[in-house]
């Protein structure tokens, strides 16, 4: 998103949507940086006479978004989101438009590969976390709390629980049990927006958040709840025993486990400099 939204140091509009949760940017800023074009709005109505597949999507790629305009005013212009952005890449013959092209076929070729090979994912993910500067300990965690997500996800796949809109209602009741916090409100308190919550826990947190879904599993296990109603009371149940630990463990230290603390790379930065 850091590379979109400031392609070759051009800054390009972009508005945050706290219900979708999904960074929008201005197709028409995107495309005028791309090409160097003095008529974006010609170069537009040309790009879709050539793809006529995106020109049949366009109206679900793009959709009005009150931004800032030239002259200060707000006004509604075409806007996508980073899925909506990169398809519109793709119809771009320009050079500045390869190298996302190119992104775009490794991530598709990584992602291949990862099917045939799912040990694949855990390793660059690995990579990954020690290229953004997270300590081995951390990524231990982190990597044993990816485990224990796909464990209770599959327990609830076996049960007659719908994917994404119930998984996240019942991952929001253990977060609040455990925490008191849903997984939306404590992005709030770390600062966050499209970022992975769990990317940017401390110890503590991650270690009880895995053990509000360990928790859950191990009472699912036993229980055998079928639907989301059911599911959700043992979701209920299953936090409540990581909040009931959590409590415990901050009445004898004093302190709270919940934290602000976060590793976006600009805390990063301001981290060292206080050192």
């Excluded at 979708?20 to 170069?43: A, N, P, R």
């Excluded at 929001?172 to 826990?201: C, W």
């Excluded at 009472?219 to 409590?247: D, L, M, S, W, Y």
């Amino acid at each position: 998103m850091a590379s979109i939204k400031l392609f070759e140091s051009n800054q390009i509009r972009s508005v945050w949507n706290e219900n979708k949760q999904k960074w929008y940017f201005s197709v028409q800023d995107v495309v005028e940086i791309l090409t160097d074009s003095t008529d974006v709005k010609q170069y537009i109505k040309r790009m879709l006479s050539r793809d006529e597949q995106l020109k049949s999507n366009w109206g679900t790629i793009c959709t009005l978004v009150e931004m800032v305009a030239a002259d200060g005013k707000k006004r509604k212009i075409q806007a996508a989101n980073s899925k909506g952005l990169l398809r519109i890449i793709q119809s771009i013959p320009s050079p500045k438009a390869e190298p996302f092209k190119l992104w775009l076929a490794q991530v598709g070729s990584d992602r291949l590969e990862e099917i045939e090979n799912p040990e694949l994912a855990t390793q660059r993910a690995r990579e990954l976390y020690k290229l953004k500067g997270y300590n081995e300990d951390w990524i231990e965690k982190r990597m044993r709390s990816i485990a224990i997500r796909e464990e209770l996800t599959d327990e609830w796949k076996n049960r007659e629980v719908n994917e994404q809109k119930e998984y996240a209602i019942l991952t929001a009741e253990i977060s609040r049990a455990t925490f008191g916090l849903t997984p939306s409100e404590y992005k709030k308190v770390k600062g966050l927006k499209s970022q992975n919550l769990r990317d940017h826990m401390t110890d503590l947190e991650l270690i009880f958040s895995m053990l509000g879904e360990a928790s859950t599993t191990a009472i699912v296990k036993t229980q055998n709840p079928i639907g989301f109603k059911e599911n959700q009371k043992v979701a209920k149940q299953g936090g409540a025993v990581a909040g009931n630990a959590r409590k415990e463990l901050e009445s004898k230290t004093g302190q709270k486990v919940v934290s602000n603390q976060n590793y976006l790379p600009e805390t990063k930065r301001i981290r060292k400099k206080d050192k």
